[in-house]
């Protein structure tokens, strides 16, 4: 349906980023070393502890799930693309441009 597709994003409202701007560099900065790590380490011992202590699962069960590359920024285009997708399920009637809805932080 969604191939490489993004599972999640943060949004913020725009008199937030403006009033918090130092506080919203700092949570994106936060995010990307995340997924920074978690790309780094989807194979390592220590991902699959990290996965089965919040999850509950079995460590063998998480080692044995198939993993992939989580995502780091946003682009226009991945808005875009599920803007579309959700428009042609009928989920969202509104237009847009995403390039002018994202606030770039970095």
């Known amino acids: 349906m969604f191939p490489k597709g993004r ?13 918090r701007t130092d ?35 079995d460590p063998s069960r998480v080692a044995a799930i198939a993993k992939g590359p989580t995502s780091v920024g946003i682009a226009p285009q991945d808005v875009r693309r599920m803007a579309d997708l959700m428009r042609a399920n009928g989920l969202l009637t509104a237009s847009f441009d995403p390039a002018a809805s994202i606030a770039h932080f970095r």
């Open 7 to 19: 599972v999640a994003a943060w949004v913020v409202m725009g008199d937030f980023a403006t009033k």
């Open 23 to 57: 506080a919203a560099k700092r949570f994106i900065a936060a995010l990307d070393q995340g997924a920074q790590w978690v790309n780094a380490n989807l194979d390592s011992p220590a991902f699959v502890a990290f996965i089965a202590g919040y999850t509950k699962l």
